[in-house]
Each structure stands twice: as structure tokens, then as C-alpha cells.
């Protein structure tokens, strides 16, 4: 594990400090001859190159002779050699510290790799830099984005080599050798890098092919301007022992100096650079932000600032120095086996351990026993889908709703007046009185009765407000429809005509159970209690396919058996979830409870076969052997499951004040009942759940009976309670027909809410952080680092939902968090079945505390992930490709013919030896 060495800015480290940079550099010339080098300076080239608040610098070495070279930049004693900048190095991750490192072939593809720093002689790039060589140079810290400091170590280039000969640049006097490209964070001057360089060359005093090459040195030449807060530091050197500099503190820090302060000198009094015995390594949180850095100090002082000391003497490049050891822990998600098993565990550590496993990690100080913390992908805080759309009726009776939300509830056959569907304006719902009669508007098509309808109960609405009805046989007292026991009505969103939606086979007189609009695939599911089967719809109402639950049919008519009869059905997070009427109160035995499962959902929307597990198994009804069956299902806005029983009597009797509205919450992966107590219905018969619900943000609503039973205030209807959980003294009470007169007991069944709600919270900013290629053969997936910033001042972010594009999946494709306000945070997916070199747009759903969702499209570059010279891009460069390149051997190469498809790699406008070495160089089998 690498040092937290802290680098808050990097500063120039000479020996000759601040004064160095006013005077001519020092040039000792090994001969009689005239001096060869001028002197160093520096060229800005490029602004924003790699983003904004960059900027690119090139420095040069100048001489006053064509035939003058520069062989050598060392830093041999007495003299270092170091290069600083105060925002630090932009370092590209396809090249590498010196310019023979830098794949020219690869800027058409990575147009950042051409603002790389690098150090050179002379050369650009690759192509350029053959000759280039470097010996002794630690380049770890350099390639880091921090500063280059070297002793004893060497980049060179042969005597009388091309590159070691200066140029002639644009506008600008004498002849220049490139010595290194430098791309800094920072606009403008201050930006610019600094330091000094020992330099070696040779004049050719007579000619260019003369036998006279004199060589020449210059020490400690500086360039740049170091800044103005100095001071001494003494720092341990490897060849010299203790010695004294004039540094930035900065910069003794990098070095694991002692830093006397600003303004000191080495020849202070009191400022000594022989071995002090209390000075060490010190770990310290100096920001308080959970993250250490390390600093040689004293004991005392490392003490003083609550830091961790390890002993006199030590330094912090030590191997026992382990400043990160200290970063804060928190939980992490790690799949076991690998990227793809599908079996996650949550472990407890810090973030950079949590991402080289491509864990997903929920932040410092989180514990796995966190609610947040989901490992197990068998459930998951993530908010149920709000996209039921409002019917856009232009009858005046309906024209006249506010803009509120809406409601619709579904009626038997035999309520009084027919009126088997209705539509509720809640538009004033929150200045409504609680436990009291609410007036509001209803809507109600004339069509909409049991003549043209007859039995139904199942309802859902699309994203553009048409209403779905299906045809059921559970009113005790049932009528049949114009299409049968197996259809779907559609109630147009406009005029509000009925028509035919779907016609499910076998349904006989069993007829079907219940409607979901599925809103992330754009399509339906319906239960049918003829056959047993869930049958998934396209938005015409066609059959696209079918899930046949537990025994497979057998073929008989009537109704599909108990323990094997889907009723309630709610698409969610990726799985169908579906409850199974196994008992009622007539038919039940000891060892019989209704359940909910789960079915894994596709990327189409299509089941996957053998992923259905059991998730929830209901307890008896007041502690009594029975309870009964759940009749419609809902996720609220913080991620909490919704159960509504229906009191069913037997196959197709409904009795009432026996069924619950219950409220489930996923904790440690698993679904556990909530702390949280609804009531339906009054105080006398708290337990009259008519089998729906719905959630909104305010409101938990389900269809009640007896909510009030005094006379000439009966009310049964809807009933709106806190989404904390309540009874009729806290809710909003809605009357089916407003005739308090007159109970519609057993009379009412679905209920589904349209909300309008918009968010309150300022949405985030996503951003992608870093795109690495996965794997060395195609083809490849791709590790992304995701960043989001939560922007709103008060509330929390708990989830993020991903969707990729058809064909291509993100694990993980849901990540929860409890990230605060004014926070960020990063994450790490995998995403698969991807094209290198593509463009991939992921939808994201960020989800906050209080329910509201922004929903944010982020669109990635995905990188090439083709090893140079693999002409036939199979992963691989090997005797496939150089038979690829020797069939176009010494063809002319240009634009027109794709530079010889590609093999061209060198661009010299022939496949040649350049192209050869390439290959060979790049060469896996």
C-alpha cells in the first residue's frame, strides 16, 4: 500500500534558493572555447489542452551554435536536479515519463496523450525518442502528478545523435533542444513550472563533422520562478547525509525534511542539520477529514496534533509507514469470486481497499448492519416507479379537477347507481379535514357500469392516464362483461371509451386477477386465476409471453389451484413481484400462509426462468391459523413494500373486516415487517383493507370499508393515511359515491393514485470520474468511476439506479448510499456488452430521503481498448497481425486507402521497418 505523503503544493527545491533564479545560470565549459549553452527557459503552447484550468509548457535548452548538442541532463552531487509546479503534473495514463514513452499512434485515439509531461531530449514522442534512454531516475512521485526530484540519475541521448542538435523556433532567436513538456493545473504564469537542471553537452568548435567536440557542463541552471514562502529544511540525503536547503514547505515535506519556517536560512542560528533524535515519521489527519498524511516531525509535535509517530529517526518512505492503514473504514459490497458470480458480501474497509476489489463502498464510518447497506440483490431501499399518467378527460365534469393528483378506484358490479369505476380530483388534499367527510370532484364515464364492464377489479394506468381494467369473479354477486372472464378493458385517456384490450386464454369462469403497468419496460402484467399463469403484454395488449408459478397447468378449467394462483402483481427494480393466494378464511389449514415471491426481470422486461424466490411469508390474521390473500401490492417512496389483503371467503365470496394493510421494509437484504401500524378502516373494524394501495409522497392510500359507520355518516371509499402509518383519526377520508347514507360494504376493490408531484430537492451533479478498458482480449468491459454530488441542502441521497442501454448491463446496476447535503461521493460498475470506442448514455435515478427522484442522463466516451499493431482485433498482437503487415510490406500509405488499413502505425506514409518494430514491440503470443 503506497504513503500518503501530502504534496498540498509543489514548490522548486535548489540549492542556490530564490536568488538562484535572478542570475545567469553557472556554465563551467571544459575547454579554452566559448560557451555553447545560453540558458533554459520555458514556452507556454497550449490553454485548457486536457480540461479546463490546465495549461501545457515546453522547455527548452538554448544555444548560440547549430552545431552545439545536449546529451545529458543528470543530477549528480553536489548539485539535484528537480522540476516543481504549484498545481501539479497532468500526467496522461497511456504514456509515461519520458517522451519515448508517449505512442504518437495513439493521440488520433487519446488526443490527450499529446499533452502528457514527459522529459526529453530533443524527441516528441515515440518515434522521435529511439535513441532516448534514462538510468537511475525514481519517476514514481513525477508520474503521480507531483514533482521530479532525482540525484545520481540520468535521461540521455548518443553524441552527434539528430536530436541532440537544436532547432530553429517560430519567432524566437539562437537554436533549441526540447528538454521536457510539463502540463500544469493553473491558467497563465502562475502555473508554470520551476526548478533546476545539471546539463552535458558537446560543441563541435570547427564543424559539424569536425574531430574538436568539446564537452561542456553547467550546474544547477534554473528556470521558472520558485515561489516566495521559503525556508530552511533539513532533510537526509542518501550520499551526503544531513543537509540544509532554502525549500518551500511544501516541498521539505516531500523530501520527509524538518521545516524550519518562512524566512529562515541554513545559516540561522539554532537551525542544525545534524541527526535529531525526537524527529520521525508522523501520521496525521490534518484536515479532519479521515484521510493521513505523513510528515517527519518531532514526537511532541506529532503528539500535539493527534497523530500516530513511528519512532526517532524513521522517514516516510519507510515500508512501515502506512498512513493509509488510518483512513477511516466503512462498509463495502464485494461480489464473492469475482466480477459476475452474482454472490455479494459486505465487508468493513476503507475506500481504497473497497475499489481495488470493485466494491461498492457506502462511505466512512458506515457499518454493514447499516439499514443502507444492501448487499444481498434479494431486495432493496429503492423507491417504487411513479409513472401512472393523469386521464386527460375533456368532459366538463372532469375538466373542472385542479392539477392536483388523482385517484381511481374500482366498484362491484352490484354498488348502487353501477358506477363500477370512478376517478377522485385530490387536488385539495392537503388542505383536507382529517377523519371528516373531504368534498371533491369525482368523475365517472356513463359507459363505465356493469353493462358494458361488468365484474372487475384489477386497475393500473399508463404514463399517458388511459385506465386498465381486468375482468374478476370475486364480488360474491358477479356479472359478466362484454368480453368475458379474460379480458382487459381499456378506458381511453381522452373520451373515456371502453375497448378490448387483451383476451387472456383459459380464464373460463375463473376470470383473471389483477393489472400492473410495468413502466421501465413498457409493457403489463396480468394474473389469471383460470390457469395460474402471470402474462406479460406489449402496449397493444398482445401476449408476449407467460410464467407458469410452482405445478404447470394441467390443462383442466375452472380455478387454478391454491398455492399455485398468482394474484397481486408489481414490477420493481429489476423482479416481478407477485403474491400467491395459498389460503382464505374458508379454505385454510395449520400449514398454509399466503406469500409473496419474486421473479428476476430481463433487460427486455422478460422472466428469467429459475430465478423466482419467496420473500415474504404473512403472518396469521390475529394470531388465528388464516389470513387473507393479498390482492394488491405497492413500494412506497422510501422503498417499503405495501400489502392490502381482500377478505375472501372461498374462490369467489367476499366478506369484509378481515383483511390487513400491511408494510414490510428491507433490512440486512431481507424483507421484515415495519415498525409501522396502518389501520384500515374505523376504530371498530380496523382491519377492513378492500384489497388496494397505493403511495404517494404524503399519503399511503388504500380502498376501506367502515371508516365511519355512524348514521347518515357511513363512509367507505378511500382512505388516505400518514406514510408513517395511522388510523381514520389521522387520514384523509374519501366517500366512493359521497352518499354517507349508505355503506357500499364489500362494494370496492383496486386503488391506484396519479401523483403530480415534482421534486423539492435540488437535483445532483453526475459525473464520470474515470473509464478503465477491463480484460486484455475483446470482447471488453469497462470499469467506470462514477461521481455524485448532492446539491441540496437538506436531504440525503439513498439511491442510485442505473440504466444502460439494450444489450448491455451495469453491475452493480443499483447502488445505495447515505450521502449528506453538500457532499460527493464515488462509486465504481462494470458495465458489459459495450463497443469499445462508443458512446454508452446511462439513465440515472437518483433517489432522495424524502422520496423525490431526479432522474439524470450521463453519456461516456468509451475508450479503444486495441493493443497497437492487432490488425485483425482480436486482443491480441501476434504472427496473424505481421502476416497482416508483411501482405502490405513497402505499400504507399495515405488517407485514401485508411493508411494501408491501419497497418501504417507510424504514419511515414509506408508499411516499413518503423511499422515492424511497433508490432514487435506490442507482441502478446
Same mark, same amino acid.
Not at 167 to 193: C, D, K, R
Not at 284 to 311: E, K, L, P
Not at 852 to 864: F, R, T
Given at each position: 500500500?503506497?504513503?500518503?505523503?501530502?504534496?498540498?503544493?509543489?514548490?522548486?527545491?535548489?540549492?542556490?534558493?530564490?536568488?538562484?533564479?535572478?542570475?545567469?545560470?553557472?556554465?563551467?565549459?571544459?575547454?579554452?572555447?566559448?560557451?555553447?549553452?545560453?540558458?533554459?527557459?520555458?514556452?507556454?503552447?497550449?490553454?485548457?489542452?486536457?480540461?479546463?484550468?490546465?495549461?501545457?509548457?515546453?522547455?527548452?535548452?538554448?544555444?548560440?551554435?547549430?552545431?552545439?548538442?545536449?546529451?545529458?541532463?543528470?543530477?549528480?552531487?553536489?548539485?539535484?536536479?528537480?522540476?516543481?509546479?504549484?498545481?501539479?503534473?497532468?500526467?496522461?495514463?497511456?504514456?509515461?515519463?519520458?517522451?519515448?514513452?508517449?505512442?504518437?499512434?495513439?493521440?488520433?485515439?487519446?488526443?490527450?496523450?499529446?499533452?502528457?509531461?514527459?522529459?526529453?531530449?530533443?524527441?516528441?514522442?515515440?518515434?522521435?525518442?529511439?535513441?532516448?534512454?534514462?538510468?537511475?531516475?525514481?519517476?514514481?512521485?513525477?508520474?503521480?502528478?507531483?514533482?521530479?526530484?532525482?540525484?545520481?540519475?540520468?535521461?540521455?541521448?548518443?553524441?552527434?545523435?539528430?536530436?541532440?542538435?537544436?532547432?530553429?523556433?517560430?519567432?524566437?532567436?539562437?537554436?533549441?533542444?526540447?528538454?521536457?513538456?510539463?502540463?500544469?493545473?493553473?491558467?497563465?504564469?502562475?502555473?508554470?513550472?520551476?526548478?533546476?537542471?545539471?546539463?552535458?553537452?558537446?560543441?563541435?568548435?570547427?564543424?559539424?563533422?569536425?574531430?574538436?567536440?568539446?564537452?561542456?557542463?553547467?550546474? +544547477?541552471?534554473?528556470?521558472?520562478? /520558485?515561489?516566495? %514562502?521559503? *525556508? !530552511? =529544511? $533539513?532533510?537526509? @540525503?542518501?550520499?551526503? #547525509?544531513?543537509?540544509?536547503?532554502?525549500?518551500?514547505?511544501?516541498?521539505?515535506?516531500?523530501?520527509?525534511?524538518?521545516?524550519?519556517?518562512?524566512?529562515?536560512?541554513?545559516?540561522? +542560528?539554532?537551525?542544525?542539520?545534524? /541527526?535529531?533524535? %525526537?524527529? *520521525? !515519521? =508522523? $501520521?496525521?489527519? @490534518?484536515?479532519?477529514? #479521515?484521510?493521513?498524511?505523513?510528515?517527519?516531525?518531532?514526537?511532541?509535535?506529532?503528539?500535539?496534533?493527534?497523530?500516530?509517530?513511528?519512532?526517532?529517526?524513521?522517514?516516510?518512505?519507510?515500508?512501515?509507514?502506512?498512513?493509509?492503514?488510518?483512513?477511516?473504514?466503512?462498509? $463495502?459490497?464485494?461480489?464473492?469470486?469475482?466480477?459476475?458470480?452474482?454472490?455479494?458480501?459486505?465487508?468493513?474497509?476503507?475506500?481504497?481497499?473497497?475499489?481495488?476489489?470493485?466494491?461498492?463502498?457506502?462511505?466512512?464510518?458506515?457499518?454493514?448492519?447499516?439499514?443502507?447497506?444492501?448487499?444481498?440483490?434479494?431486495?432493496?431501499?429503492?423507491?417504487?416507479?411513479?409513472?401512472?399518467?393523469?386521464?386527460?378527460?375533456?368532459?366538463?365534469?372532469?375538466?373542472?379537477?385542479?392539477?392536483?393528483?388523482?385517484?381511481?378506484?374500482?366498484?362491484?358490479?352490484?354498488?348502487?347507481?353501477?358506477?363500477?369505476?370512478?376517478?377522485?380530483?385530490?387536488?385539495?388534499?392537503?388542505?383536507?379535514?382529517?377523519?371528516?367527510?373531504?368534498?371533491?370532484?369525482?368523475?365517472?364515464?356513463?359507459?363505465?357500469?356493469?353493462?358494458?364492464?361488468?365484474?372487475?377489479?384489477?386497475?393500473?394506468?399508463?404514463?399517458?392516464?388511459?385506465?386498465?381494467?381486468?375482468?374478476?369473479?370475486?364480488?360474491?354477486?358477479?356479472?359478466?362483461?362484454?368480453?368475458?372472464?379474460?379480458?382487459?378493458?381499456?378506458?381511453?385517456?381522452?373520451?373515456?371509451?371502453?375497448?378490448?384490450?387483451?383476451?387472456?386464454?383459459?380464464?373460463?369462469?375463473?376470470?383473471?386477477?389483477?393489472?400492473?403497468?410495468?413502466?421501465?419496460?413498457?409493457?403489463?402484467?396480468?394474473?389469471?386465476?383460470?390457469?395460474?399463469?402471470?402474462?406479460?403484454?406489449?402496449?397493444?395488449?398482445?401476449?408476449?409471453?407467460?410464467?407458469?408459478?410452482?405445478?404447470?397447468?394441467?390443462?383442466?378449467?375452472?380455478?387454478?389451484?391454491?398455492?399455485?394462483?398468482?394474484?397481486?402483481?408489481?414490477?420493481?427494480?429489476?423482479?416481478?413481484?407477485?403474491?400467491?393466494?395459498?389460503?382464505?378464511?374458508?379454505?385454510?389449514?395449520?400449514?398454509?400462509?399466503?406469500?409473496?415471491?419474486?421473479?428476476?426481470?430481463?433487460?427486455?422486461?422478460?422472466?428469467?426462468?429459475?430465478?423466482?424466490?419467496?420473500?415474504?411469508?404473512?403472518?396469521?390474521?390475529?394470531?388465528?391459523?388464516?389470513?387473507?390473500?393479498?390482492?394488491?401490492?405497492?413500494?412506497?417512496?422510501?422503498?417499503?413494500?405495501?400489502?392490502?389483503?381482500?377478505?375472501?371467503?372461498?374462490?369467489?365470496?367476499?366478506?369484509?373486516?378481515?383483511?390487513?394493510?400491511?408494510?414490510?421494509?428491507?433490512?440486512?437484504?431481507?424483507?421484515?415487517?415495519?415498525?409501522?401500524?396502518?389501520?384500515?378502516?374505523?376504530?371498530?373494524?380496523?382491519?377492513?383493507?378492500?384489497?388496494?394501495?397505493?403511495?404517494?409522497?404524503?399519503?399511503?392510500?388504500?380502498?376501506?370499508?367502515?371508516?365511519?359507520?355512524?348514521?347518515?355518516?357511513?363512509?367507505?371509499?378511500?382512505?388516505?393515511?400518514?406514510?408513517?402509518?395511522?388510523?381514520?383519526?389521522?387520514?384523509?377520508?374519501?366517500?366512493?359515491?359521497?352518499?354517507?347514507?349508505?355503506?357500499?360494504?364489500?362494494?370496492?376493490?383496486?386503488?391506484?393514485?396519479?401523483?403530480?408531484?415534482?421534486?423539492?430537492?435540488?437535483?445532483?451533479?453526475?459525473?464520470?470520474?474515470?473509464?478503465?478498458?477491463?480484460?486484455?482480449?475483446?470482447?471488453?468491459?469497462?470499469?467506470?468511476?462514477?461521481?455524485?454530488?448532492?446539491?441540496?441542502?437538506?436531504?440525503?441521497?439513498?439511491?442510485?439506479?442505473?440504466?444502460?442501454?439494450?444489450?448491455?448491463?451495469?453491475?452493480?446496476?443499483?447502488?445505495?448510499?447515505?450521502?449528506?447535503?453538500?457532499?460527493?461521493?464515488?462509486?465504481?460498475?462494470?458495465?458489459?456488452?459495450?463497443?469499445?470506442?462508443?458512446?454508452?448514455?446511462?439513465?440515472?435515478?437518483?433517489?432522495?430521503?424524502?422520496?423525490?427522484?431526479?432522474?439524470?442522463?450521463?453519456?461516456?466516451?468509451?475508450?479503444?481498448?486495441?493493443?497497437?499493431?492487432?490488425?485483425?482485433?482480436?486482443?491480441?498482437?501476434?504472427?496473424?497481425?505481421?502476416?497482416?503487415?508483411?501482405?502490405?510490406?513497402?505499400?504507399?500509405?495515405?488517407?485514401?486507402?485508411?493508411?494501408?488499413?491501419?497497418?501504417?502505425?507510424?504514419?511515414?506514409?509506408?508499411?516499413?521497418?518503423?511499422?515492424?518494430?511497433?508490432?514487435?514491440?506490442?507482441?502478446?503470443?
Amino acid at each position: 500500500m503506497p504513503n500518503n505523503t501530502k504534496p498540498n503544493t509543489f514548490r522548486l527545491l535548489g540549492s542556490l534558493g530564490r536568488a538562484a533564479f535572478a542570475v545567469s545560470s553557472i556554465l563551467a565549459v571544459q575547454s579554452t572555447a566559448s560557451a555553447a549553452f545560453v540558458d533554459l527557459h520555458l514556452e507556454q503552447v497550449a490553454i485548457d489542452p486536457v480540461g479546463p484550468g490546465t495549461t501545457t509548457w515546453r522547455l527548452y535548452a538554448e544555444f548560440d551554435d547549430p552545431n552545439d548538442q545536449l546529451t545529458r541532463v543528470h543530477g549528480d552531487a553536489p548539485s539535484f536536479s528537480m522540476c516543481y509546479a504549484s498545481g501539479g503534473f497532468y500526467q496522461n495514463v497511456y504514456s509515461g515519463p519520458l517522451s519515448s514513452l508517449n505512442n504518437a499512434a495513439f493521440w488520433a485515439f487519446f488526443p490527450s496523450m499529446e499533452y502528457d509531461s514527459y522529459v526529453t531530449i530533443g524527441g516528441e514522442h515515440n518515434y522521435e525518442s529511439q535513441t532516448l534512454s534514462s538510468t537511475g531516475i525514481n519517476f514514481t512521485m513525477f508520474e503521480g502528478g507531483g514533482p521530479l526530484i532525482f540525484q545520481n540519475g540520468e535521461w540521455i541521448r548518443p553524441l552527434n545523435d539528430p536530436y541532440a542538435f537544436g532547432e530553429v523556433l517560430s519567432g524566437m532567436p539562437n537554436w533549441h533542444v526540447l528538454i521536457g513538456q510539463f502540463t500544469t493545473y493553473g491558467s497563465g504564469p502562475s502555473s508554470a513550472p520551476y526548478g533546476v537542471l545539471n546539463l552535458d553537452g558537446y560543441q563541435d568548435f570547427f564543424n559539424f563533422n569536425g574531430v574538436d567536440t568539446i564537452p561542456w557542463s553547467a550546474e +544547477a541552471v534554473p528556470f521558472g520562478t /520558485p515561489p516566495d %514562502d521559503q *525556508g !530552511a =529544511c $533539513c532533510f537526509e @540525503d542518501p550520499t551526503h #547525509g544531513q543537509i540544509c536547503e532554502v525549500l518551500a514547505e511544501e516541498v521539505c515535506v516531500d523530501l520527509s525534511g524538518y521545516w524550519y519556517g518562512l524566512g529562515t536560512f541554513c545559516g540561522d +542560528a539554532g537551525i542544525t542539520c545534524e /541527526p535529531i533524535a %525526537d524527529l *520521525g !515519521a =508522523c $501520521c496525521i489527519d @490534518d484536515d479532519g477529514d #479521515g484521510t493521513y498524511w505523513c510528515s517527519v516531525i518531532s514526537i511532541m509535535d506529532c503528539h500535539a496534533a493527534g497523530g500516530v509517530f513511528y519512532g526517532a529517526g524513521t522517514i516516510c518512505t519507510d515500508p512501515m509507514v502506512e498512513c493509509d492503514e488510518f483512513e477511516e473504514e466503512g462498509a $463495502c459490497c464485494i461480489e464473492e469470486g469475482g466480477h459476475g458470480s452474482g454472490y455479494w458480501y459486505c465487508v468493513e474497509v476503507n475506500q481504497q481497499l473497497c475499489d481495488d476489489v470493485l466494491g461498492v463502498w457506502y462511505g466512512p464510518g458506515t457499518l454493514c448492519s447499516d439499514p443502507g447497506v444492501n448487499c444481498d440483490p434479494g431486495c432493496s431501499t429503492v423507491p417504487g416507479a411513479d409513472c401512472a399518467g393523469k386521464p386527460r378527460y375533456q368532459d366538463p365534469d372532469y375538466t373542472i379537477f385542479g392539477n392536483g393528483d388523482i385517484a381511481v378506484q374500482t366498484a362491484s358490479p352490484s354498488i348502487i347507481g353501477g358506477n363500477v369505476v370512478t376517478v377522485f380530483d385530490l387536488s385539495g388534499v392537503a388542505t383536507a379535514p382529517l377523519d371528516s367527510w373531504f368534498a371533491l370532484n369525482r368523475y365517472t364515464h356513463p359507459t363505465w357500469n356493469q353493462d358494458n364492464l361488468g365484474s372487475i377489479f384489477g386497475l393500473a394506468l399508463d404514463g399517458d392516464g388511459n385506465i386498465y381494467v381486468s375482468a374478476t369473479k370475486t364480488w360474491s354477486s358477479d356479472q359478466m362483461g362484454v368480453s368475458g372472464w379474460g379480458a382487459v378493458y381499456k378506458l381511453d385517456t381522452y373520451s373515456g371509451a371502453i375497448s378490448t384490450f387483451a383476451l387472456l386464454p383459459n380464464a373460463q369462469d375463473a376470470s383473471l386477477g389483477s393489472i400492473t403497468y410495468d413502466c421501465d419496460h413498457n409493457q403489463f402484467f396480468v394474473t389469471n386465476f383460470g390457469d395460474g399463469k402471470i402474462y406479460r403484454l406489449d402496449m397493444s395488449g398482445a401476449i408476449i409471453d407467460s410464467y407458469d408459478h410452482g405445478m404447470p397447468w394441467n390443462g383442466s378449467g375452472g380455478w387454478a389451484a391454491l398455492r399455485d394462483r398468482p394474484w397481486a402483481v408489481e414490477a420493481h427494480d429489476g423482479r416481478l413481484y407477485y403474491s400467491l393466494w395459498n389460503e382464505d378464511t374458508v379454505n385454510y389449514s395449520s400449514g398454509d400462509f399466503n406469500e409473496i415471491w419474486s421473479i428476476e426481470l430481463d433487460a427486455a422486461g422478460g422472466f428469467v426462468l429459475g430465478t423466482d424466490v419467496s420473500e415474504i411469508i404473512l403472518p396469521g390474521f390475529y394470531q388465528t391459523q388464516y389470513s387473507a390473500p393479498v390482492a394488491d401490492m405497492r413500494f412506497s417512496k422510501t422503498g417499503s413494500l405495501l400489502l392490502a389483503e381482500r377478505s375472501m371467503q372461498g374462490d369467489s365470496y367476499l366478506g369484509a373486516h378481515q383483511s390487513r394493510l400491511l408494510e414490510y421494509e428491507c433490512v440486512a437484504g431481507n424483507w421484515v415487517p415495519s415498525s409501522n401500524i396502518y389501520e384500515a378502516g374505523g376504530p371498530s373494524y380496523p382491519n377492513s383493507s378492500t384489497g388496494g394501495v397505493d403511495a404517494t409522497f404524503d399519503h399511503t392510500w388504500c380502498g376501506a370499508d367502515a371508516m365511519h359507520l355512524s348514521t347518515n355518516d357511513r363512509m367507505y371509499g378511500i382512505q388516505g393515511l400518514p406514510t408513517t402509518g395511522g388510523t381514520a383519526a389521522d387520514s384523509v377520508l374519501i366517500d366512493y359515491q359521497d352518499n354517507l347514507t349508505i355503506g357500499d360494504k364489500t362494494m370496492l376493490g383496486d386503488v391506484v393514485v396519479a401523483s403530480s408531484h415534482t421534486p423539492d430537492v435540488v437535483c445532483p451533479t453526475v459525473q464520470v470520474l474515470d473509464v478503465d478498458c477491463i480484460g486484455v482480449l475483446s470482447p471488453w468491459d469497462f470499469d467506470l468511476t462514477i461521481g455524485v454530488s448532492n446539491m441540496d441542502p437538506s436531504e440525503y441521497i439513498t439511491n442510485v439506479i442505473m440504466t444502460s442501454p439494450s444489450g448491455t448491463t451495469l453491475t452493480p446496476d443499483h447502488v445505495a448510499m447515505s450521502l449528506p447535503p453538500l457532499h460527493s461521493w464515488s462509486f465504481d460498475t462494470v458495465l458489459e456488452g459495450a463497443a469499445q470506442g462508443s458512446t454508452v448514455c446511462i439513465d440515472m435515478d437518483v433517489q432522495f430521503s424524502n422520496g423525490d427522484v431526479c432522474n439524470e442522463m450521463l453519456c461516456i466516451d468509451l475508450p479503444s481498448c486495441s493493443v497497437t499493431g492487432d490488425f485483425d482485433f482480436n486482443g491480441l498482437v501476434n504472427v496473424d497481425d505481421l502476416m497482416f503487415l508483411i501482405g502490405r510490406w513497402d505499400q504507399d500509405c495515405d488517407d485514401a486507402n485508411g493508411d494501408c488499413d491501419g497497418v501504417d502505425i507510424d504514419g511515414s506514409g509506408v508499411v516499413d521497418m518503423g511499422d515492424l518494430l511497433v508490432v514487435l514491440a506490442n507482441w502478446t503470443l
